[in-house]
């Protein structure tokens, strides 16, 4: 898929990630424990690990919509969890569900970002609008509601929303569920093509081995609120450790006492 | 203790909101479709329930009071009465509760539900701050709206009293004389007191819902909760503040 995005001074720069002996807690329950992150300004990073280990809330963090028990998030040198950040950092989040206004068009959801920060005239929004919506095949749905869209197509749309953003740091939380093989290659091909011309660092939350394995330059394993590995794709393609392997290629065991007990149950 | 401290933790919350919101006072002409679009939820789509409450709250109180009047040979102060009750104290209050219940709890939902499907979050992230967009149009148009549909509701209320006063058999006051005795012990501070107590009430409603909204945890399910708090909060405010806005007018 030919991808073309248009060049912004704003985007020249970006910015590395650095997570510092973080801590998470809801109530008693501690979602995330000690983790210490590197990275790199332009890098593909992403984060993988069973559901519930903590990755979006992670992901939350980064983007400053949590605030750490303990621990910290730099932006650059920033502090992510200053408001003030968002001022000296554009910064993208591709939520799980999309997170589209509902009130609002396909057309005025992308436009909210340059028309509130006055970034351009009425013809140049539209032109960003427009150049985000064709790099994902959603010109057709430019004057729809989110409410008339597919789970699939809403995802796009917050995609396109995040690229009018013209960000220097893009995280995506989960961004090829819901979504078929075919689209799933797009997104993927997206991601790499974005970082390839703006050079912004992308931080992906993902169940999708086939996603990390194919764009990420280095993957983070999190299990239990813990990194528990962290390192390029080709390490993983035969991992030593067995959570993690059992995580990269599950092996149904049938003869599993869990499996007995369903098999009991049915009869 | 811990209900005390949750109850101050809301009260700094709320006025934290507002002055979060005050900060961005300057975005407001160029938000003007936003206001505009708020002036005609709260104040166009509100008018036809507030003429009708207000018309029969005027008509009731007429009703009720006539009788008793009648006993002392005071029917002739009827419009007096049910002028003064309806200009200080009905009108304002009915129709502080009537937009409690209706806009107040409309936006309590639509804010807690932005907030559980992440809308909030999204906004944050794109730094549109949420008090921007979402609270200063609201508080702007309520306190916009709040004094014309208080007035259409004290002329209303009047008029619902002056009907019953002349229709109803047991009560028999000609217009003429129920308006004159309406004007003659109103001043133009009953008017401008029960407008301000009106602008009070109007501009807590909307703060107290936007926080209640903005502050949704959880599920779904909280989105009822919400509502349920922003809505009961507003209800208690308006009824507290009546004593003490009407204490300092006094």
């Not at chain 2, 005390?4 to 006072?25: D, E, P, R, Y």
């Not at chain 2, 009750?85 to 806009?103: C, D, F, K, N, T």
Request: aromatic share 8%; hydrophobic share 45%; glycine share 8%.
């Amino acid at each position: 898929m030919a991808t073309a995005f248009t060049s912004s001074p704003f985007v020249d720069k970006t910015f590395g990630v650095t997570v510092k002996d973080l801590n998470k807690s809801f109530g008693r329950a501690k979602v995330l424990r000690d983790i210490n992150l590197e990275i790199k300004p332009g890098e593909i990073f992403c984060i993988m690990g069973p559901s519930g280990s903590g990755k979006s809330v992670l992901l939350k963090h980064i983007a400053g919509l949590e605030r750490a028990t303990s621990g910290e998030v730099r932006i650059g040198e920033f502090d992510a969890g200053d408001p003030a950040t968002r001022d000296k950092v554009h910064l993208a989040l591709v939520f799980q569900a999309g997170a589209l206004f509902n009130s609002l068009s396909v057309y005025d959801n992308l436009a909210l970002y340059p028309r509130e920060h006055r970034q351009c005239n009425e013809a140049g929004i539209r032109e960003r609008v427009m150049n985000a919506l064709s790099i994902l095949s959603l010109e057709k749905a430019v004057n729809k509601f989110p409410s008339e869209l597919s789970g699939g197509m809403k995802k796009r749309v917050a995609i396109a929303r995040a690229l009018v953003m013209e960000p220097q740091l893009l995280l995506y939380d989960e961004p090829t569920s819901e979504l078929d093989p075919v689209m799933s290659a797009t997104i993927s091909e997206i991601i790499a093509t974005l970082r390839e011309q703006t050079a912004v660092t992308s931080i992906v939350v993902t169940h999708d081995r086939t996603l990390a394995m194919n764009i990420a330059e280095r993957v983070a394993f999190m299990m239990e609120g813990r990194i528990r590995a962290v390192g390029r794709p080709d390490e993983f393609k035969h991992p030593t450790d067995p959570v993690i392997a059992n995580f990269l290629n599950p092996a149904i065991d049938l003869k599993n006492p869990r499996f007995k007990q369903l098999e009991n149950s049915h009869e | 203790m811990t209900y005390l401290n949750a109850i101050i933790g809301h009260i700094g919350g709320t006025v934290l909101l507002f002055v979060q919101s005050l900060k961005h006072l300057h975005t407001l002409p160029r938000q003007f479709g936003r206001f505009i679009e708020q002036c005609y939820v709260i104040g166009f789509t509100s008018l036809p329930i507030v003429t009708i409450l207000t018309f029969f709250i005027g008509a009731v109180l007429a009703l009720q009071s006539g009788y008793s009047m009648e006993n002392f040979g005071a029917k002739q102060f009827i419009g007096t009465l049910v002028g003064l009750s309806v200009v200080r104290e009905l009108g304002p209050v009915m129709v502080a509760i009537l937009i409690a219940g209706r806009v107040g709890s409309a936006i309590a939902a639509e804010l807690a539900s932005m907030k559980v499907y992440q809308e909030v979050d999204a906004l944050v992230t794109m730094n549109i701050p949420p008090e921007r967009i979402l609270v200063l149009p609201r508080l702007a148009a309520i306190l916009f709206m709040m004094p014309p549909l208080t007035l259409i509701g004290i002329i209303c209320g009047w008029y619902g009293g002056a009907l019953v006063s002349q229709y109803s058999h047991a009560i028999s006051v000609d217009n003429e004389a129920y308006f004159a005795a309406l004007k003659s012990y109103m001043k133009w501070h009953d008017v401008t007191d029960g407008l301000l107590k009106a602008e009070v009430f109007g501009f807590v409603i909307v703060l107290v819902c936007c926080y209640t909204g903005l502050n949704t945890r959880g599920g779904p399910r909280e989105i009822g909760a919400s509502v349920t708090k922003a809505v009961v909060a507003s209800l208690i405010l308006i009824l507290v503040l009546d004593y003490f806005v009407t204490k300092a007018l006094l």
